[in-house]
């Protein structure tokens, strides 16, 4: 598995896990962002942050910290 950091421009990928304890990931799953999720990847910001995401059929910006916290496969 890889993290959504590590995916390319334009790949639809499924969200396997997410790491991270407490608030952080209670605000990444109320994005939108859970298990077993489709999530598009639209664009990456030219310095990497943010990284711009299709998710249930809206347009999501997310920081690479979190990112790295969300394994796709």
Request: hydrophobic share 40%; charged share 30%; no cysteine.
């Amino acid at each position: 598995m890889k993290t959504l950091r590590e995916a390319k421009v334009g790949e639809t990928l499924t969200v396997k896990a997410i790491g991270g304890e407490g608030a952080l990931k209670r605000r990444i799953m109320d994005m939108g962002i859970t298990k077993n999720t489709v999530v598009h990847v639209r664009k990456v910001a030219p310095l990497g942050d943010p990284v711009e995401l299709t998710v249930r059929g809206f347009e999501l910006s997310i920081r690479r910290q979190d990112a790295e916290l969300v394994m796709v496969e």
